[in-house]
């Protein structure tokens, strides 16, 4: 068993955690039980290489981010605790294909793209309502499981990089936070942003969906954040020659300005 390992355990005697299902930079994640009532959960446990105060104050502010979020977009958090001095957080269980294993296939549809995105900015601007804003949009990130009748329905996970907007204090100091491929300018310079950081990740989103291609791509992340500051976005059929996409490449133009004033003002526009 590798150091920090959680299978087997029981957390505060409601939960049996079974698996491990996937590691981030803030914590790991589990499949659990919750105890008598024998329902599947998902259990994101602190990484024990990283218990600084600093760390543990973000992992609960996730928690009280999520907490607030009630949509059909956005993954529920159940509970909270912690386990042997390491907080854990118990969200609901969504069964179904992550995204990024969705787009190993290539790139999708235009309908089935558009309509993706359009879930991912439903549950956004719900968040965004919140005064909560994602900092982390990618496929990595969405969760597709299919409903009769509906077919793609979309579950927005991981709000571990969350920003209230209203947020005075330092927590995250001068570091910057976030996946270099979807970073907005202002994000990768680190200084004042807002909620229009995810409209640029949704756009870098959609580009990716229709082309099978990230618009901005380097040998390394300082490189490709080089190119999110200083070059201009590649037309989508610059990415996918052949294929017509009509006013999605405005849209997707629009979403990826450097300039956040230029981009759409909010998620429902």
């Not at 996970?157 to 936070?177: H, Y």
């Amino acid at each position: 068993m590798r150091r920090g390992e959680l299978t087997g355990h029981v957390l505060d005697e409601r939960y049996r955690v079974i698996e491990p299902i996937g590691e981030g930079a803030m914590g790991s994640v589990y499949r659990g039980e919750r105890l008598k009532l024998g329902r599947m959960v998902a259990i994101k446990v602190l990484n024990e290489e990283i218990p600084n105060e600093s760390s543990r104050e973000r992992f609960e502010r996730e928690a009280t981010a999520m907490a607030k979020l009630e949509h059909p977009n956005c993954g529920t958090v159940l509970d909270v605790g912690v386990h042997e001095g390491r907080p854990y957080v118990v969200m609901e269980f969504v069964s179904g294909q992550n995204l990024k294993d969705v787009l190993k296939a290539g790139p999708l549809s235009i309908a089935r793209a558009v309509e993706i995105t359009r879930q991912v900015l439903s549950g956004l601007s719900h968040a965004h309502e919140h005064g909560i804003i994602h900092r982390d949009i990618k496929p990595a990130n969405i969760v597709l499981s299919q409903k009769a009748g509906v077919g793609d329905f979309v579950k927005i996970l991981d709000f571990g990089l969350v920003r209230f907007r209203a947020e005075t204090s330092n927590l995250t100091g001068a570091m910057v936070l976030g996946t270099p491929n979807y970073m907005a300018p202002e994000q990768i310079r680190g200084g004042d942003f807002d909620h229009r950081v995810d409209l640029y990740a949704c756009g870098v989103l959609l580009f990716e969906l229709l082309t099978g291609n990230k618009p901005f791509q380097a040998a390394d992340p300082v490189a490709t954040c080089m190119l999110h500051l200083n070059e201009p976005p590649p037309r989508l059929t610059d990415r996918a020659s052949g294929r017509s996409f009509g006013a999605l490449e405005a849209v997707v133009a629009r979403a990826l300005e450097k300039d956040r004033d230029k981009r759409f003002a909010s998620a429902e526009e």
